[in-house]
T-cell receptor, first 110, second 117 residues
Framework: QKEVEQDPGPLSVPEGAIVSLNCTYSNSAFQYFMWYRQYSRKGPELLMYTYSSGNKEDGRFTAQVDKSSKYISLFIRDSQPSDSATYLCAMNTGFQKLVFGTGTRLLVSP | GAVVSQHPSWVICKSGTSVKIECRSLDFQATTMFWYRQFPKQSLMLMATSNEGSKATYEQGVEKDKFLINHASLTLSTLTVTSAHPEDSSFYIC?????????????FGPGTRLTVL
């Protein structure tokens, strides 16, 4: 079993839809949780960063961390075609290397 | 803020030559920098971790004599691919972790595409 599980997709939605992306993990020591967006042939871009549990909102993006369930989510409101990319969840214990999910490919159609 | 640059963005070289890739944190100091490799439609594969002034720590299966990493300052790390061969062709991405308390996140560079002929 992988330390971090993420559905690879692709996830196809119409423009304007609410997108829900999720990851589960097995290591209860993880404290730092991140969501990255990666366009083809580009480096990952940090979208959301959460320390410990709770919710965090930034514009159209909301990140949720439920440490009791070992489950994290990223919600994208009013999705746009420009949101089409691969979304990677990542986490670590702080000073250790990041552990990534496989990435979910999102396609938003006009 | 939190910008990481890489240079060059794209390089083509002949088999047997060495190629150096620079990674810079432009507006923050980084205690640790990381080097990744990514193949098409695959996730990031960590190659090595480097701390300023220390030797890099390589992941299992990564040849340290082939992939030389130097972390000379809190804002600069370099990866040198020595005696490159076509199988070394890939997308190389660096990342940097900020020097501050509770810094678990990493900021990534735009990547360098290496093609070895």
């Amino acid at each position: 079993q992988k330390e971090v599980e993420q559905d690879p997709g692709p996830l196809s939605v119409p423009e304007g839809a609410i997108v829900s992306l999720n990851c589960t993990y097995s290591n209860s020591a993880f404290q730092y949780f991140m969501w990255y967006r990666q366009y083809s042939r580009k480096g990952p871009e940090l979208l959301m960063y959460t320390y410990s549990s709770g919710n965090k909102e930034d514009g159209r993006f909301t990140a949720q961390v439920d440490k009791s369930s070992k489950y994290i989510s990223l919600f994208i409101r009013d999705s746009q075609p420009s949101d089409s990319a691969t979304y990677l969840c990542a986490m670590n214990t702080g000073f250790q290397k990041l552990v990534f999910g496989t990435g979910t490919r999102l396609l938003v159609s006009p | 803020g939190a910008v990481v640059s890489q240079h060059p963005s794209w390089v083509i070289c002949k088999s047997g030559t060495s190629v150096k890739i620079e990674c810079r944190s432009l507006d923050f100091q980084a205690t640790t920098m990381f080097w990744y490799r990514q193949f098409p439609k695959q996730s990031l594969m960590l190659m090595a971790t480097s701390n300023e002034g220390s030797k890099a720590t390589y992941e299992q299966g990564v040849e340290k004599d082939k992939f030389l990493i130097n972390h000379a300052s809190l804002t600069l790390s370099t990866l040198t691919v020595t005696s490159a061969h076509p199988e070394d062709s890939s997308f190389y991405i660096c990342s940097a972790r900020p020097k501050r308390e509770h810094a678990g996140e990493q900021f990534f560079g735009p990547g360098t595409r290496l093609t070895v002929l």
